[in-house]
């Protein structure tokens, strides 16, 4: 049993960690007791490395699918980002190169990201290669937000690939929304999806217990009003910027700073950092939370 521990609460986890099978120098080490902090960091680097694991390239005709999972979230939030390059000439390609640029020579892979708070989420499944999660309640605490790089995605009869539900489109490439159950997080080695599924695991737990619970003092939330369905993340201020990434609806304190007046708007834009994505949002759709003295 693993005991997560601190001066102001031990919570019990029945979490074997003798089981990993990561590189030299990754794997937590075999304890009767973690700390609080050692064991939601040992958590935190083993979702990293495990999700680094190399996908074998997928090939299809002439055509070679490389995918690149890498986490960008934190003790605090959840945030897994997909990036997938299509090749139809030589498939050589240092895949390596996808964890820390956006572009290949003239390539630009399309992006998938991932996120939610992690004391939002209530659980998680997983098969040889892949893992679903759910959230609390049936609540949208995860945002979905998918940037194609070749525009916009197209079902094979030639009809959208969404039909006529109610979701973000921005320049008829990315789509972002809020849903309760993700399940597309797949094609993970199979020998790194226990790895993945215990340091979900332990960050949840440590999230519903309130050991890794934000400070809520001066703190925001989002504001959805349909259509919206997530708060979209912009690289600059303004609606007109590219997007970065998404809030979902249900998405624990949210801390702007450096809001400002943007010309051409009569609200202000502020810089915010969630899921480690970083950008500027909206403060029209940020309402400071309701359970903040």
């Not at 003092?217 to 979209?232: D, M, R, S, T």
Request: charged share 20%; glycine share 6%; hydrophobic share 35%.
């Amino acid at each position: 049993m693993l005991l997560l521990t601190n001066c102001r609460k031990s919570v019990a986890m029945p979490l074997a960690l003798s089981f990993l099978a990561l590189p030299p120098g990754t794997a937590f080490s075999q304890q009767n007791e973690l700390s609080t902090e050692q064991t939601v960091q040992k958590a935190v680097e083993l979702l990293a490395t495990a999700l680094k694991c190399p996908i074998k390239n997928v090939v299809d005709g002439n055509t070679t699918r490389h995918s690149v999972f890498s986490s960008i979230g934190d003790e605090f939030e959840l945030g897994i980002r997909l990036k997938i390059i299509d090749k139809t000439v030589d498939p050589d390609i240092d895949v390596s190169q996808l964890q820390a640029w956006d572009t290949i020579g003239e390539e630009q892979p399309s992006t998938y990201q991932f996120a939610a708070n992690w004391a939002e989420l209530s659980s998680v499944e997983s098969d040889a290669t892949s893992i679903t999660l759910n959230c609390r309640n049936g609540d949208k605490c995860i945002s979905y937000y998918e940037y194609l790089e070749y525009g916009y995605p197209i079902a094979p009869d030639g009809t959208p690939k969404y039909g006529n539900i109610s979701v973000n489109f921005d320049d008829n490439r990315t789509l972002v929304e809020s849903r309760s159950k993700l399940s597309d997080i797949k094609g993970l080695c199979p020998d790194q999806v226990s790895n993945v599924v215990l340091a979900i695991k332990i960050l949840m737990q440590a999230a519903s217990t309130g050991i890794t619970t934000r400070p809520s003092a001066g703190a925001y939330e989002f504001k959805a009003a349909p259509p919206v369905q997530a708060l979209i993340i912009r690289k600059l201020p303004g609606k007109q910027e590219s997007p970065a990434g998404a809030i979902p609806m249900t998405s624990g304190p949210l801390f702007p700073t450096d809001c400002k007046k943007v010309s051409g708007y009569k609200f202000e834009w502020c810089k915010i950092k969630w899921a480690g994505v970083e950008g500027w949002v909206s403060k029209t759709m940020l309402v400071p939370r309701a359970d903040v003295p």
